[in-house]
Every structure is written in structure tokens, then in C-alpha cells.
């Protein structure tokens, strides 16, 4: 089985790092992680990819004029490793529409949210705020306007009462890493197809159940 080699880009803990990380160790992974790539110095994100034996590049951009010339630089490290994919995994920067033509439908996100409900910042305190009884989280591959593209894959969590924006985060971050490896290894596989802004999967996955919040009286007899 040939392996596609992904990069990822980190700007802290990489705690979703850690997933892909942890998925890429299976024997009948479709991924391996080739570079893990930080804007930050000295981040945990950073440690936990040299711990896994996983090569490292930091590239300030502070360094750099402009938002562009920072991520030639980063294609030029990226494809140095050999990435055929890139992950965002907590990247807290805007890539220019170069980075998203470059990499077009080879770059992927995860949001903290149900696309397209709550793009941007803030999601968990608006989702609250909204009443919503589902919130969880989204893969999606990046386009020009932030928190949009093709969602390769979603995850609902309930919004329990007496929730926060602290433990609904903390659901919702259980969640992002079980789908962003799943996803990855779906679309690393070619298990989906992408066609403009719509993605399918090839082939359907098993029926499942509704998900309810609050459930209904039926599901408590």
C-alpha cells in the first residue's frame, strides 16, 4: 500500500496533531505524517511530532514582508518533505488564495462547528447563544473564504444543560480527534470525490440511527 505523505501546520499544543500522529501508527493507515510545520518556535505541537519520530520545520512568519512570501516558504519546505496533503491543525494564520490555489483540494481544516453554522471564531459561545441542541465539528478542504470548501466529514455533539463554552469546547475537542483522522484516511484512501464544492463519499457508509437531543420519550422506555 503506498502511503500519502502529509504535511501538517501547527501553531501550538497540536493536540489534533497528536491524532493524526497516533492514526498514522497503524500498519493499515492510508497517511503518513512527513513534516509537521510551526509559524511558533518552541511550541508542544512541535515536541509531540519529535516524539514520534516525525521531522520538524519552523518558519516565523514574522520574518517575512508579506503573507505570500511566508508561504512560499512553507510550500517550498512542504514540498521538500514530499507532502501530497496538508493538514491545518490548529494554524492560526489566514492563508492567501495562493496557498489555497497551490494546494487546491490538497489542503484540509477542521472547525469547531457544524459548517456552515458558526463559521469563524467564538463558535462554542454562539452556538449557546443560538440554543442549538447538536454543535460538533467539521473537516472540510479550504477554499478563499475561511471556513468554507467541500466538508469532507462531520461530528455532532449534544449541548447538555448547564454547558459552558469551556466543557461544550471540550466535547467538541473529543470529537475533532476521532473525525479528523477518519476523514483523513478516507480521503487519503480516495474513498471520496470531490467535485467543485460537494464531496460524497464513494461508497455509502451503514445505515445509522437519528441523533437526538433531547431524545425523544420512546428512547427513555
Known amino acids: 500500500m503506498t502511503r500519502k505523505r502529509v504535511g501538517v501546520l501547527i501553531s501550538g499544543r497540536g493536540s489534533n496533531l497528536q491524532a493524526l500522529l497516533d492514526a498514522a501508527q497503524a500498519p493499515d493507515c492510508p497517511f503518513e505524517i512527513v513534516l509537521?510545520?510551526?509559524?511558533?518556535?518552541?511550541?508542544?505541537?512541535?515536541?509531540?511530532?519529535?516524539?514520534?519520530?516525525?521531522?520538524?520545520?519552523?518558519?516565523?512568519?514574522?520574518?517575512f514582508p508579506d503573507r505570500e512570501t511566508f508561504e512560499m516558504a512553507m510550500t517550498e519546505a512542504l514540498e521538500a518533505a514530499g507532502a501530497e496533503l496538508v493538514c491545518q491543525a490548529g494554524f492560526m494564520r489566514v492563508?492567501?488564495?495562493?496557498?489555497?490555489?497551490?494546494?487546491?483540494?490538497?489542503?484540509?481544516?477542521?472547525?469547531?462547528?457544524?459548517?456552515?453554522?458558526?463559521?469563524?471564531?467564538?463558535?462554542?459561545?454562539?452556538?449557546?447563544?443560538?440554543?442549538?441542541?447538536?454543535?460538533?465539528?467539521?473537516?472540510?478542504?479550504?477554499?478563499?473564504?475561511?471556513?468554507?470548501?467541500?466538508?469532507?466529514?462531520?461530528?455532532?455533539?449534544?449541548?447538555?444543560?448547564?454547558?459552558?463554552?469551556?466543557?461544550?469546547?471540550?466535547?467538541?475537542?473529543?470529537?475533532?480527534?476521532?473525525?479528523?483522522?477518519?476523514?483523513?484516511?478516507?480521503?487519503?484512501?480516495?474513498?471520496?470525490?470531490?467535485r467543485g464544492e460537494t464531496a460524497r463519499l464513494k461508497t455509502a457508509p451503514a445505515p445509522g440511527g437519528l441523533l437526538i437531543n433531547p431524545p425523544s420519550p420512546a428512547a427513555d422506555a
Open 95 to 194: 492563508v492567501t488564495s495562493w496557498f489555497v490555489t497551490r494546494w487546491h483540494d490538497r489542503l484540509l481544516n477542521i472547525h469547531p462547528s457544524l459548517l456552515p453554522a458558526f463559521p469563524g471564531l467564538d463558535t462554542h459561545e454562539r452556538a449557546l447563544a443560538a440554543g442549538v441542541k447538536l454543535h460538533g465539528c467539521s473537516v472540510h478542504l479550504v477554499r478563499e473564504t475561511v471556513d468554507q470548501g467541500p466538508i469532507l466529514g462531520q461530528a455532532a455533539v449534544p449541548v447538555l444543560p448547564g454547558d459552558d463554552a469551556e466543557t461544550l469546547a471540550a466535547r467538541v475537542l473529543e470529537a475533532e480527534h476521532r473525525l479528523y483522522p477518519a476523514c483523513l484516511a478516507l480521503y487519503a484512501a480516495g474513498r471520496i470525490d470531490v
Open 36 to 63: 509537521v510545520l510551526s509559524n511558533k518556535a518552541k511550541v508542544q505541537g512541535l515536541e509531540r511530532a519529535a516524539a514520534a519520530g516525525v521531522a520538524t520545520a519552523v518558519i516565523d512568519h514574522r520574518t
